[in-house]
């Protein structure tokens, strides 16, 4: 199974790099870039196109880690809490007290 994964994981990168290599010689004309503030020199437009998506790739993937740290906050905090109430159910059982009562 991990020979497969690996084997798709190739296949989907191999397909990724050639469909960019030939993005990247489609879309040669060189093209300023104006951020508003600042203007950039004459590029490829493939070379902008690529740079903003892995731009975009890097951010997407920044946020997802947050949002990641986040929920394994949360679920450190809901394991210690259940750990403090099941330790509170032991002593309630000790002392002859049941869910029913």
């Known amino acids: 199974m991990a ?8 296949l989907i990168i191999g397909a990724a790099v050639v469909l960019g290599a030939l993005f990247t010689l489609q879309n ?33 993937l920044l946020g997802g880690a947050v949002v990641n740290l986040k929920q394994r906050a949360g679920n450190a905090r809901l394991r ?11 002593r309630l059982r000790r002392f002859g007290l049941s869910e029913s009562d």
């Open 3 to 10: 020979l497969l994964r690996v084997l798709l994981s190739l």
């Open 80 to 90: 210690r809490q259940h750990k403090k109430l099941e330790l509170e159910v032991g």
């Open 28 to 60: 040669t004309a060189p093209v300023p870039l104006d951020l508003l503030v600042v203007q950039l020199s004459e590029r490829a437009v493939a070379l902008w196109v690529l740079l903003f998506f892995a731009a975009g790739c890097v951010v997407g």
